[in-house]
């Protein structure tokens, strides 16, 4: 594709992106609304999130390991959360609990915005010149054709659950331990209203798999398949992503691999913490330790 083509695609990309009309209902200077945290009310926030082809390639600490760990997040997102969303859908026409039912309605509503947000930033990508198509094809088959249709609607519940139990690692790495300090101030917002809102929803999924099969092995089951989907999807994105980079192979990405994982950030020990959390009997969201923080992000 000639210059003159590309440069036109782009900026079709970007009008599209802006289309939104929310500026004026949330503030000019928002990329989200400022409502209060609320664990009984859960509603997805208005948001304003308008991305532009400017946003650095490397856009977390100029570190191709940081950026493109959260990009390969990116990646996978809108068509597995579009996919949480009927799932999570599809079960709630049989809740008698109306307060449940008005949750998970909340719940879906904040998952189907991420996923568009997330997608809108997958366009940038592309549009920056990234290989994405296999991937997206591949992520789409899994979550569509293997999760929903073939494994069904009851081990996706579950699967759902036991993702939604995982999130909590992104909560912590964005909210409690700030790694998004350095990041270009769009994307910082946008990892940190979503790890915010995965803390307001934190409970809905495993509450709903409850009400339809409250059977121990079945949530086990659905942490396994949350873990390899969380494990996979993100390092393999992480590395096709990573691999188009000039700069891949240096002492920088072997130095920044190693403190996201082992070192200061502690993906791999609190991963394994997160994940024993879950066989617990009687289990309590690690999410609750985050609220104060995820108050502070819709409150400043
Ligand atoms: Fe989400
Ligand atoms: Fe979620």
């Known amino acids: 594709m000639n210059e003159a083509i590309l440069g036109k695609a782009n900026s079709d990309i ?17 990329y ?20 532009h082809n400017d946003i650095p390639k490397l856009w977390l600490g100029n570190s191709i390991v940081l950026t493109h760990f959260f990009n390969g997040l990116n990646l996978y997102l809108p068509v597995f959360e579009s996919s949480i969303a009927r799932v999570i ?20 509503g904040q998952e189907k915005s991420h996923a568009q947000t997330h997608h809108k930033y997958n366009q940038i990508l592309v549009a920056q010149g990234y290989n994405i198509e296999g991937y997206l094809k591949l992520a789409k088959f899994f979550f569509v054709d293997v999760l929903e249709k073939t494994l069904g609607a009851k081990i996706s519940l579950a699967t759902v659950a036991g993702f939604e139990h995982l999130t909590v690692l992104l909560t912590d790495i964005v909210l409690n331990q700030n790694i998004m300090k350095n990041a270009t101030p769009i994307m910082k917002e946008l990892w940190e209203w979503h790890a915010a809102e995965e803390v307001e929803h934190k409970n809905i999924a495993f509450e709903l798999l409850q009400t339809v099969d409250n059977s121990y092995w079945l949530r086990i089951l659905g942490l396994f398949l949350g873990a390899i989907i969380l494990i996979f999807f993100s390092f393999y994105g992480m590395f096709i992503l990573a691999l188009q980079e000039k700069n891949f192979f240096s002492s920088k990405t072997v130095v920044d691999l190693y403190k996201l994982l082992l070192g200061e950030n502690k993906l791999i020990l609190k991963g394994f913490k997160v994940f024993l959390q879950y066989f617990k009997l009687n289990i309590v969201s690690l999410h609750n330790n985050y609220i104060p923080l995820a108050e502070q992000v819709f409150n400043h």
């Open 14 to 30: 970007v009008k599209t992106l802006n289309n939104t009309d929310n500026e004026e209902l949330i503030g000019k200077n928002f």
């Open 32 to 51: 989200f609304e400022r409502r209060a945290f609320n664990l009984k009310q859960i509603r997805p926030r208005k948001i304003n999130f308008k991305f």
């Open 89 to 108: 859908q599809e079960y709630s026409k049989n809740v008698q609990d109306k307060n449940l039912r008005q949750q998970i309605y909340g719940f879906i």
